[in-house]
């Protein structure tokens, strides 16, 4: 079995700009005031607006175009970026966190990459979980299941 995850993960605050500018961003809430928008293929190509520019850190739904769209439209919210691809155990993720409109930090292809933007975002892990158990990130496998519950 696998699991998928590319998403904008933040305070539901500081997501509503996103979801607000992009027709296609849909807010899930997940726990400790933590909310994810699935980034689909169509939410990418609204707001890449089908440009082509390059990719960051080998981010599959990220690119410059995208990186400055969503500078943009954030302002000076916090918020981060994830991926996370694993089948059969093999695998991994990366994210990347935004804070006063310029990158604070990009953890490419690390085993704890969400949890450290999570840490960064105020998560605090329960008993005997981490932060991306904490706060539901383990809820739903793939991208169809995130956007089912978005709607």
Not at 72 to 92: D, L, R, T
């Amino acid at each position: 079995m696998g699991y998928i995850l590319y998403a904008f993960v933040s305070k539901e605050e500081n997501l509503l700009p996103i979801q607000n500018a992009y027709s296609h961003a849909k807010l899930v809430k997940l726990e400790q005031g933590i909310s994810l928008i699935p980034v689909t293929g169509e939410l990418y190509d609204q707001i890449n607006e089908f440009t082509i520019s390059e990719d960051i850190n080998g981010f599959v739904y990220l690119t410059t175009n995208v990186e400055t769209q969503i500078l943009k439209a954030i302002g000076n919210q916090s918020i981060a970026y994830v991926e996370a691809e694993y089948f059969g155990g093999n695998g991994g993720q990366k994210a990347i966190i935004w804070k006063d409109n310029k990158r604070l930090s990009v953890f490419p292809d690390s085993q704890n990459a969400i949890n450290k933007v999570l840490q960064i975002l105020g998560v605090t892990p329960d008993k005997r979980k981490d932060e991306f158990d904490t706060v539901g990130l383990g809820r739903y496998r793939d991208m169809e299941e995130w956007v089912e519950v978005s709607k």
